[in-house]
């Protein structure tokens, strides 16, 4: 069975830094697309990060040089670095596996398993 | 970027009745869109992929179709457990953009 489970959040002022964790079981991290996803008290979800396979990173614009997403492929788990954090930073941090399928020649790209999600609460 | 808008962003309808909702692309994505639906306080469920893949799993009364710059999710006859949250989202490009949401409610 296919399980995520996040750790990591908590109350951090602006500036500071925190490192979320996500520990896979049921697949190897290594081995797909890995993303973290974020949703603001309230508010919609907005893609943060993700990290191939083949070991590429992207970022959004919202966090770029900011936050670092990472592998541990011995621990089965995924990490968001982040730094300079901000009062809009605040929110549930969710890691999803990105699911692949190939439909004729097109690969499309879908978020099919999420972790429960982890709170990060930026204030002073 | 892309943008991705839905419509409408609220939905009151009631147990049995066929309920649409509408994702624009804000240029074309071809068939890169896929829907979710989230219950508060719960990480979201992917529901289609590819704008009409039904997840394995998710009950046939939920579809998917479109392709270029519109789509729609289709709940064929509502089901108390389907009053959520819905989102798409375009995979069209690497910042895989989701849609603000739309929040179907109970009349």
């Known amino acids: 069975e296919v399980q995520l489970v996040e750790s990591g959040g908590g109350l951090v002022q602006p500036g500071g830094s925190l490192r979320l964790s996500c520990a896979a079981s049921?697949?190897?991290?290594?081995?797909?697309?890995m993303s973290w996803v974020r949703q603001a008290p309230g508010k919609g979800l907005e893609w943060v990060s993700v990290i191939y396979s083949g070991g590429s990173t992207y970022y959004a614009d919202s966090v770029k040089g900011r936050f670092t997403i990472s592998r541990d492929n011995s621990k089965n788990t995924l990490y968001l670095q982040m730094n300079s954090l901000r009062a809009e930073d605040t929110a549930v941090y969710y890691c999803?596996?990105?699911?692949?399928?190939?439909?004729?020649?097109?690969?499309?790209?879908?978020?099919?398993?999420w972790g429960q999600g982890t709170l990060v609460t930026v204030s002073s | 970027d892309i943008q991705m808008t839905q419509s409408p962003s609220s939905l009151s309808a009631s147990v049995g009745d066929r309920v649409t909702i509408t994702c624009r692309a804000s240029?074309?994505?071809?068939?890169?869109l896929n829907w979710y639906q989230q219950k508060p306080g719960k990480a979201p469920k992917l529901l289609i992929y590819?704008?009409?893949s039904l997840q394995s799993g998710v009950p046939s009364r939920f579809s998917g179709s479109g392709s270029g710059t519109d789509f729609t999710l289709t709940i064929s006859s509502l089901q108390p457990e389907d009053f959520a949250t819905y989102y798409c989202q375009q995979s069209y490009s690497t910042q895989g953009t989701f849609g603000q949401g739309t929040k179907l409610e109970i009349k």
């Open positions: 590819a704008a009409s």
């Open positions: 240029q074309s994505i071809s068939s890169y």
């Open positions: 999803a596996r990105v699911g692949i399928t190939m439909i004729v020649v097109a690969r499309h790209y879908y978020f099919d398993y």
């Open positions: 049921g697949f190897t991290v290594s081995s797909n697309y």
